[in-house]
């Protein structure tokens, strides 16, 4: 998408349409004003008869008639100025983006100044502009023989301003960096398993790596094997297409440091294996890997802006099949980091993929882990679909990862993590942990379990089991994949502080 910006006013710019903000204010002033000028009154009136709303994220279409040179405006409803934060006004854009793109335009205008406000200058609202924009406007266009691709492809959004132009380009910049990193992290949980198989992934790991200038170490079964990574190997063991371990190294700084080790589970089927799901639970099961695609998209975010920071992502990729080879409750497994695993539920493989993730990941030098993962079935009956759940034992490197949440706009909520939790991990009579304690807290028990493999390294744990994939469409996108958490890991590494 190409983004111009324009010293142009609004009352004079030729667009099929503007989008203009709209206030809950007693009358109009700046721009919107110098437009109710040049409408005679007419917006004023609209207003007060409801027939331009500015209710948030309320959005109100009108043909200016000739009265201005743009033919149409569509105001976004704001709500109250002091009221308006970050998060509605991504929504507010992003539901104009979607009226947008019903109008199937190929370019649009955008007054920018009528979003401006105390809190917000042109530089926030151009960021949250191409985020919005590029998040509400996604679409996976599937394998119809038919394409769903739209006829008109948007290509252009021209921003009206009076800003500093070189601060609002560099702000849309790093807007729509987060908004494509996140889309791609979509596309990849939407696609099926048999078209993103683990070796699919990796090649798609290493062409980012190529674009970017990661180093990326792909490995494969018997790399693994001589690691000693019978954790992830054992839930490979049932299926026919090999493992991948996936790693990419960004490194931002000149020393290899204070390293943010990002490690996502990489299951691209979950059928439980022999502790196998209902039929039911099967389906839907392609986006087992929502914590790989945050990985990856976060990666994508990192390579176009490049933060002063060291990143290594690792992804532990495979299926979980069944098959006359594949491992079952009551296996006892040892995992890279020499822990033995009994093995009582298969279906809670991701766990033991993560393990050889997490050792991995210190392998290479991560001094800081932050695991994502749909994890657990539990974190749903727990938060929600709109929560993710969190584990830690860093409240320091918590609070970084809920500020870049919370910047993010996606919510995130800490569990509980005690002694209790670790010592029911923890007990098996014949070997050092067990992957399934039981159902009770099952969301903190998968966490917990990770947990063993972080040793004492800072470490945070997203279960985004509820939050990878949505049911129905929202301000921010259509329903199927959303990208949960790409935006956050991409913001942790971006204001990243090395913890003293
Ligand atoms: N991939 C699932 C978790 C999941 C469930 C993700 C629903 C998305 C939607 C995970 O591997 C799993 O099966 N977890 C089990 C763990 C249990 C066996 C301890 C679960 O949550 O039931
Ligand atoms: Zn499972
Ligand atoms: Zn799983």
Known sequence: MNFTINGTKVTEAKHECTIVGVFNQ?????????????????????????????????????????????????????????????????????????????????????????????????????????????????????????????????????????????????????????????????????????MLTSTKLAEYAAELGEKYGFETEILDKEEMERLGMGALLAVNQGSVEPPKMIVLKYAGKDEWKDVIGLVGKGITFDTGGYSIKPKDGIVGMKTDMGGAAAVLGAMEIIGELKPEQNVVAVIPSTDNMISGSAFKPDDVITSMSGKTIEVLNTDAEGRLALADGMTYAKHHGASYLVDVATLTGGVIVALGTDKTGALTNDEGFFEQVLEASNEAGEFIWRLPYTEKDKKRVRSSKIADLNNSPGREGHAIMGGAFVGEFADNLPWVHLDIAGTATSASSYELGPEGATGSMARTLALLVERFEVEN
């Open 26 to 194: 007693p009358s109009f002033d700046g721009e919107l004003l110098e437009m109710d000028k040049a409408f005679q009154g007419y917006l004023t009136d609209l207003v007060k008869e409801g027939d331009i709303s500015s209710k948030p994220k309320k959005i109100s279409k009108i043909h200016t008639f000739g009265k201005l040179n743009t033919k149409r405006l569509l105001f976004v409803g704001l709500g109250k100025q002091k009221e308006l934060t970050f998060d509605l006004l991504r929504e507010a854009i992003g539901a104009a983006a979607k009226s947008i793109k019903d109008m199937k335009l190929s370019s649009f205008g955008v007054a920018l100044d009528t979003f401006v406000t105390e809190e917000f200058n042109a530089e926030d609202v151009a960021h949250a502009f191409s985020e919005a924009f590029t998040l509400a406007t996604y679409e996976f266009y599937g394998y119809k023989q038919k394409s769903n691709e739209p006829e008109v492809l948007l290509e252009s959004v021209d921003f009206l301003t009076a800003s500093d132009h070189k601060g609002v380009r560099a702000a849309l910049h790093v807007g729509y960096a987060h908004g494509r990193g996140t889309n791609s992290a979509r596309t990849l949980v939407n696609m099926p398993s048999n």
